[in-house]
C-alpha cells in the first residue's frame, strides 16, 4: 500500500447480536486509539445497530465512519423490509457494501439489481463499495479476468455520478470469503491492476480505490501492507468482529 490514505472495512454482516455490536463500537476509541491517521475505517454493522453506530461516531472520540450492508434501489415506496440510500444517508451512513457475493448468492442479486442499487447510492451521495470476484470455478478456468471485467462493466454502464466521484472497488475472489483461505498477497497483483487499468480506461474522470477482502486476518493483514500489491486496503469479515482481532489488525495497517 502507498503512502496515500488506507481503507479498512470491517464487515459484520449478521454474526452479532445489537448488543455485541454495540459492545463492539463502544470498544472503538480505544481500538482506534493507535490508528494511524491515514487509515480511514469503516464500520459496516447490520441495520439494527446503524443508529447506535453513528450515535456513538457522533458523541466518542473515535474516528470511523459508518456503512450499510445493503441498500435498495428506489428512494421509497412499497418495499416491505427494505431500506433505501436515503435512509441511511439521513441516519448518518456514508458509505454501503453492494453487490458483496453472499448478497448475490443467497439474494439472487443479478448485475440488473446490481446496477440500479450502485446508481441509487450515487444518487443519495452515499459511497458504494461495489464487490466483485471470482468464483473457484472461473479461477480453475482460467476466467478470472473476463469475470471482473464483466461484473465491472455491467456495473458501471449507464451510471450516471457526479463529477469526482469517487469509485470504490472491493475484489473478493468468492471462494475465499469465510473459507480462511485467502488469496495469497503476491498473487493478487495481476487482478488487481487488472482492475485499475480498467477504471482508469473506463472511468477515467473518477478517482478510485481498490481493496481486497477475503479471509484477512491478524496473520495474514501485514502481508497486504506491501505497496508492491497495489491494494489502497481491506475489507475484513470475521476478523472484525471482535475487539482483540480488531484492535490488532488496525495496529498492524498503522505500521506500515
Ligand atoms: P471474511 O469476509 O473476511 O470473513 O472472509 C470478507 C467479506 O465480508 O467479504
Known amino acids: 500500500m502507498s503512502l496515500k490514505k488506507q481503507y479498512l472495512i470491517a464487515n459484520w454482516k449478521m454474526e452479532l ?42 458523541y466518542s472520540s473515535a474516528i470511523f465512519d459508518v456503512g450499510a450492508q445493503d441498500c435498495h434501489w428506489e428512494e421509497r415506496g412499497a418495499y416491505t423490509g427494505e431500506i433505501s440510500a436515503k435512509a441511511l444517508v439521513s441516519l448518518g451512513c456514508r458509505y454501503v ?26 444518487n443519495a451521495r452515499l459511497q458504494p463499495i461495489f464487490c466483485i470476484g471470482e468464483t473457484r470455478d472461473d479461477r480453475t478456468n482460467g476466467k478470472t479476468l473476463s469475470r ?38 503476491d498473487d493478487l497483483t495481476k487482478e488487481i491492476q487488472f482492475i485499475k487499468e480498467w477504471l482508469t480506461t473506463h472511468l477515467s ?3 478510485h480505490v481498490v481493496l481486497y477482502g477475503g479471509s484477512v486476518d491478524e496473520r495474514s493483514v501485514s502481508n497486504y501492507l506491501s505497496p508492491k500489491t497495489g ?18 489488525i488496525v495496529s498492524l495497517m498503522s505500521l506500515s
Not at 449507464?158 to 498477497?185: D, F, H
Open 17 to 58: 447480536l445489537p448488543k455485541e455490536e454495540r459492545a463492539l463500537l463502544e470498544k472503538l476509541p480505544l481500538v482506534l486509539k493507535k490508528k494511524k491517521k491515514s487509515l480511514k475505517v469503516i464500520v459496516c454493522p447490520s441495520f439494527v445497530s446503524l443508529v447506535s453506530a453513528t450515535q456513538i461516531k457522533k
Open 148 to 185: 471482473l471485467r464483466q461484473q465491472l462493466s455491467s456495473a458501471f454502464s449507464n451510471c450516471t455520478m457526479k463529477r469526482n466521484q469517487l469509485i470504490c472497488i472491493a475484489y473478493e475472489p468468492v471462494w475465499s470469503i469465510g473459507s480462511g483461505t485467502p488469496l495469497n498477497a
Open 205 to 207: 474522470s473518477h478517482p
Open 231 to 248: 491494494i489502497d486496503g481491506l475489507l475484513v469479515g470475521s476478523a472484525s468482529q471482535s475487539v482483540k482481532r480488531l484492535s490488532k
Open 97 to 122: 457494501l453492494i453487490g458483496h457475493s453472499e448478497r448475490r448468492v443467497h439474494n439472487n442479486e443479478d448485475e440488473t439489481v446490481l446496477r440500479n442499487k450502485l446508481q441509487a447510492a450515487f
